[in-house]
């Protein structure tokens, strides 16, 4: 996806939600609940404003901080090989961020969703389609598996992308079988991307001090 169309579809998606708030504004408690636990219990509200614009808000600012800081990274050429995938991912984490919100809107309206389900669901497609992403990544310091050892050597970044787009589409596949096992959702949620994210810290690390030893990783 070009950088325009994405920036117009995400732009609309904020726009989307911020009406979504207002339209049914008048519906809404002056308490609204805002967070729940893994099991799906609400343990924190907010004042209906904040309710209403928190999340829309946050989206905007974090849209347009990572359509902006291509910009400035000192690799940003060859963010740009990959730069189609990149924009898509941005409207995609749009869209989890509109779910997310619309969630809390209609709880908050008094319909009774599956709350845990639901959002761990869709974290583990959000994390999935982040699993394609890095695998088509190129060297930059915005996104990725970036690390000491992958940021100082092109093909220790490589291979160490290589495997975690297989572990992050392995998590991602976890967690949306999680969402559906209750009080052990979050274990097969956030255990498998915390497992992934140390196994591929140690490995891009054991790449780089074993590449004197391996003509298949020299210095980038």
Same mark, same amino acid.
Not at 5 to 15: E, K, M, Q, T, Y
Not at 58 to 64: D, E, F, P, S, Y
Not at 108 to 126: H, M, R
Not at 169 to 188: D, E, K, N, Q
């Given at each position: ?88 991912? *941005? $409207?995609?984490? @749009?869209?989890? =961020? ?7 809107? &209609?709880?908050?309206? +008094?319909? %009774? ?79 498998? *991307? $915390?497992?992934? @994210?140390?196994? =591929? ?7 780089? &001090?074993?590449?004197? +030893?391996? %003509? ?5």
């Amino acid at each position: 996806m070009r950088t325009k169309p994405a920036v117009a579809l995400s732009a609309g998606i904020v726009a989307a939600m911020f009406a979504a708030s207002f339209v049914v504004g008048p519906r809404l408690p002056e308490t609204m609940v805002t967070h729940w636990d893994a099991t799906g219990t609400a343990n924190d509200t907010m004042p209906k404003f904040w309710g209403q614009v928190a999340v829309p808000a946050i989206t905007a600012g974090v849209l347009a901080l990572t359509f902006l800081a291509p910009k400035i990274d000192p690799k940003r050429r060859n963010i740009e090989a990959f730069r189609d995938a990149y924009n898509e991912f *941005l $409207v995609v984490l @749009a869209a989890f =961020l509109a779910l997310t919100h619309g969630v809390v809107l &209609a709880v908050n309206l +008094g319909y %009774d969703l599956p709350i845990e389900t639901v959002v761990f669901g869709a974290v583990g497609l959000l994390v999935f389609y982040l699993g394609s992403l890095i695998g088509r990544a190129e060297q930059n310091w915005v996104v990725g598996i970036r690390t000491p050892w992958t940021l100082s050597d092109e093909n220790v970044w490589n291979r160490t992308h290589e495997v975690g787009a297989w572990l992050f589409r392995l998590s991602g596949l976890l967690a949306v079988v999680g969402a559906f096992t209750g009080p052990y959702a979050i274990y097969l949620v956030v255990g498998p *991307l $915390v497992l992934s @994210a140390l196994g =591929l810290t140690a490995y891009s690390y054991y790449l780089y &001090a074993s590449r004197d +030893g391996d %003509d298949s990783v020299g210095a980038g």
